[in-house]
């Protein structure tokens, strides 16, 4: 079972003083048109880290240590990230069910849709 927090949650977590990554892995022309601001956002498109592998991820991702959220448009990809990086032997690494456009409608529409 793969490990996921609802948008709900991480709306929660987003708030809070918490220490963990927000690992977006949408390509660039979609974080135009729809972006949460948080300086624990890390930003690795889906295509980069599939043509260089998880080595291009921040330390703070490959530690293991703090908790990763995974974020796509709507949980599709970030959950076969999520998937790809625990059979690596990653650990802490959780999607963020429902994606942007679930966070959108259900927790702050002025992070935008499309």
């Not at 929660?12 to 949408?26: A, G, H």
């Not at 796509?72 to 990653?90: D, E, F, P, T």
Request: aromatic letters at 8%; charged letters at 25%; hydrophobic letters at 40%.
């Amino acid at each position: 079972m793969l490990p996921e927090i609802t948008v709900t949650q991480l709306g929660e977590k987003l708030k809070s003083d918490e220490t963990f990554i927000l690992l977006d892995v949408r390509e660039l022309p979609e974080l135009g048109q729809a972006r949460i601001e948080d300086p624990r956002l890390e930003v690795m498109p889906t295509s980069r880290l599939a043509s260089e592998g998880p080595t291009v991820l921040s330390e703070s991702v490959q530690s293991g240590v703090i908790p990763v959220y995974i974020l796509c448009h709507h949980g599709n990809r970030s959950m076969q990230v999520a998937m790809w990086l625990i059979k690596q032997g990653y650990k802490n690494i959780f999607n963020v069910r429902g994606g942007i456009d679930d966070y959108a409608r259900k927790v702050d529409q002025s992070v935008g849709f499309y």
